[in-house]
């Protein structure tokens, strides 16, 4: 009795010795790769001799099938440019977790292409990312290359640390143009015409017009968005979701209540639950599908190439499906404006190549490559309007263009860890108490923002 | 490992106690550094990362009980909680009772493998693609919802079974009950064979009713059998985490996550991997007593 109790003291000590190793290790991760990185320069410095041709960089992001093909075209054309090869790879899931692993144990990839901003923040502030300036690109230089607005979302503490790559618009309504015109309807600008359209397309035996998709709870988070943004304005926007923002604030609860003017039983496709049932892609099928029972479907830019595509090859842009201008508030601060979601570019590391890939990068010659391909608008200016493919894409990149002001996706701006903003909505478009909801949500996302710090 | 010489110390072989404790401590080497390298030192790693804020899965700031204190003032998680019970009480139980059901009705038909088989046949499908499949009987729209179109069929309302809060956590035990009844079945049908013939000869004999021998002869012989089919049903509870993440991702809001959800959500959407390991230690807490039981009940009756 007595050894075995000496021997399982034992493995409880090498246990804790392991597991004080280990926390050893994490603390000295920054210093490893510190060191990595100083090889790396003198690497840099050793090459500096031969000619700049040559070279390879890795590069991750979360794309595969077609969306992966279409980035391959713009890492041939950098390498067609510079000489320098860029190596693609993909992490599918799990993507942030996958990134602050291979960072922390010293090796990550060159650069990383990453959606949503909680995690660009989070991984600036640990020290894993490295400032655009730190690669010897000065940020003021790029401004010109960028409608206003572009390239905010990308600075943390001031510092800019990600550009953005591409986007797509939040801002577009999908209907069918076919029916609208069979019923004699025009295309609602405000949030009345736009109500008064669901009414008219139901007197014209529509039943349920407007479909939703909102088990997946991110198509509420937008709708709340392009809602919000449009009542309160961009600056209000902004302010509510950043961490000076008050969710208690009436102008949510003002905003919330007019979407549920329209998301309620009289005009959703199977009635609230039914939508809280229904995914994403189901409700474009709700709209698009060869069978459809609904005539309007509100999500971003994507749902074009996803219904033309994967839920009815025989749809025709402009005939069967089109969008309009997500609709405008009488007495609103932010008629005009344009919401996007987008993914950010970031170095990791300095190792030779990493500039001239940020900087190809943010060139007109990489958006124009990457823009033909069809899979994504591009946010460089100087990309031509004929560069996209399809009609669909081209009013796309026209509406931000011409846009009065543009935002950021808010929901993907949040703290990583501030409470399920969709799940939220979800309560809330099933009639549960307005103040109640919002005051804990308010709570937890002022807690998450307190802990970025 | 601990207990493993402790029959050694109980006197049946106090020679090799005595004269060999060095080749017991080298044969057991290979299981100890196994048991430690992937048993022990996740689960001190484990605790040590849930009194941290542990972001990004690193240890970067102690943080006392700060992580267990804000889970418990969280109404997800407490509704996480209530939804495991339901679990352990409608899945363990229907699962049971059904497999019990059918295992003692087809002994006494002639096609029982074929009913065996049929019920086992979902076991052999992975959970994933058991909840995708049921995704797709339980779409609110009729014309791909098998559920939905049934109901058409008899002139009823379709039902959005994932959407409405009311219904949504019946809808998955359901797929739960559905994908473990055959497990349950064969487990006690096996059972059901080793009651000896005499015994329900003799209790037919002495003029007990079919509902008799049920109650007071078959239950009872087969109560060890049952009791490890709950405590393993249980532990699957506690564990799940396929069957919501798939078919409702915890919705509609979060009404239908559980715990196991609640922690891979706290881990790997938020980054709070402090939290994350605070959920998994009040899961092993759960777990000790099932557990702690469930061997009990192994040795008694292996004593037996």
């Known amino acids: ?453 | 490992m601990a207990a493993q010489p402790h029959p050694a110390a109980s006197g049946t072989s106090v020679r090799f106690e005595r004269t060999k404790p060095l080749v017991v401590a080298i044969f057991l080497l290979p299981a100890a550094i196994l048991l430690i390298v992937f048993m022990v030192y996740p689960v001190l790693y484990t605790l040590r990362l849930s009194i941290d804020r542990g972001l990004g899965g690193n240890f970067t700031r102690i943080v006392g009980l700060d992580n267990y204190a804000s889970l418990f003032k969280d109404p997800t998680f407490i509704q996480a909680i209530v939804n495991n019970l339901l679990w352990i009480v409608f899945y363990t139980g229907f699962v049971i009772g059904l497999g019990l059901m059918i295992a003692v009705v087809a002994m006494r038909v002639r096609y029982e493998t074929v009913i065996k088989a049929i019920v086992f046949l979902p076991m052999a499908i992975a959970a994933t693609a058991l909840a995708v499949i049921w995704e797709f009987v339980y779409q609110p729209d009729p014309s791909v919802g098998l559920l939905n179109a049934i109901i058409g069929f008899f002139h009823g309302p379709a039902l959005s079974w994932l959407g409405d809060q009311s219904l949504v956590n019946a809808a998955l035990i359901t797929v739960g009950i559905w994908g473990s009844t055959g497990f349950a079945t064969v487990i006690l049908s096996a059972a059901l064979k080793g009651i000896p013939t005499e015994v329900l000869e003799a209790a037919r004999t002495d003029g007990a009713n079919e509902f008799q021998i049920f109650y007071r002869i078959i239950v009872p012989m087969v109560s060890l059998p049952i009791s490890v089919l709950a405590v393993t049903l249980t532990v699957n509870v506690i564990k799940l985490f396929d069957i919501p993440y798939v078919m409702t991702h915890g919705g509609p809001g979060t009404s239908s996550r559980v715990i196991a959800f609640q922690m891979y959500i706290q881990g790997f959407n938020s980054g709070q991997f402090g939290q994350a390991a605070a959920v998994a230690v009040v899961m092993l807490i759960i777990m000790i007593p099932i557990m702690a039981f469930n061997i009990r009940r192994f040795r008694t009756s292996a004593v037996v």
């Open chain 1, 1 to 453: 009795m007595n050894r075995s109790l000496r021997v399982l003291s034992l493995f409880m000590t090498t246990a804790l010795v392991l597991a004080a190793c280990s926390s050893g290790t994490a603390t000295n991760a920054p210093a490893e790769s510190a060191a990595a990185s100083a090889g790396a320069s003198a690497a840099e410095s050793a090459a500096a001799g031969s000619p700049a041709a040559g070279g390879s960089i890795t590069v991750t992001s979360l794309w595969g099938g077609s969306e992966q093909d279409a980035f391959q075209k713009v890492l041939d054309g950098f390498q067609a440019a510079t000489g320098i090869t860029a190596t693609y790879q993909a992490q599918r899931t799990d993507y942030a977790t996958v990134l602050q692993t291979k960072i922390t144990s010293g090796s990550p990839p060159d650069v990383a292409i990453m959606p949503g901003l909680g995690f660009l923040r989070q991984f600036a502030r640990s020290g894993g990312l490295k400032k655009v300036s730190d690669l010897g690109i000065d940020p003021a230089s790029l401004a010109a290359n960028y409608p206003p607005g572009i390239l905010d979302p990308g600075m943390v503490d001031g510092e800019l640390y990600g550009i953005m790559v591409k986007f797509n618009s939040k801002s577009t309504v999908w209907y069918r143009p076919d029916v609208f015109t069979k019923d004699t309807i025009s295309v609602p600008k405000t949030w009345d015409e736009f109500k008064a359209a669901l009414d008219a397309l139901q007197a014209k035996g529509e039943k349920t017009p407007l479909a939703l998709g909102a088990k997946d709870a991110w198509t509420l988070t937008d709708w709340f968005e392009e809602v919000y943004l449009r009542q309160a304005g961009p600056d209000a926007y902004k302010k509510l979701f950043s961490a000076d923002g008050d969710w208690t604030d009436p102008t949510v609860a003002t905003a919330i209540n007019a979407m549920k003017e329209v998301l309620n039983e009289k005009y959703v496709t199977g009635g609230i639950k039914g939508a809280l049932g229904t995914s994403f892609t189901d409700g474009i099928a709700e709209a698009f599908s060869a069978t459809p029972k609904a005539v309007v479907y509100f999500e971003g830019g994507f749902v074009g190439g996803i219904a033309t595509g994967q839920t009815n090859t025989a749809l025709k842009p402009g005939e069967t499906i089109d969008w309009f201008d997500f609709p405008s508030f009488a007495s609103g601060a932010g008629t005009g404006a344009a919401e996007i979601g987008g993914d950010e570019i970031a170095a990791l590391t300095t190792n030779p190549g990493v500039k001239e890939f940020i900087q190809y990068m943010t060139t007109a010659d990489a958006g124009t490559i990457w823009a033909k391909t069809g899979a994504i608008i591009s946010p460089v200016k100087a990309v031509a309007a004929d560069a996209y493919p399809t009609d669909l894409a081209k009013k796309e990149a026209a509406q931000v263009a011409g846009a009065t002001a543009v935002v950021y996706d808010g929901s993907d701006t949040l703290p990583a860890a501030a409470p399920d903003m969709g799940a939220m909505l979800q309560n809330a478009i099933q009639g549960q108490d307005l103040t109640g909801l919002l005051s804990t949500f308010n709570d937890g996302v002022k807690a998450a923002w307190a802990g970025e710090k």
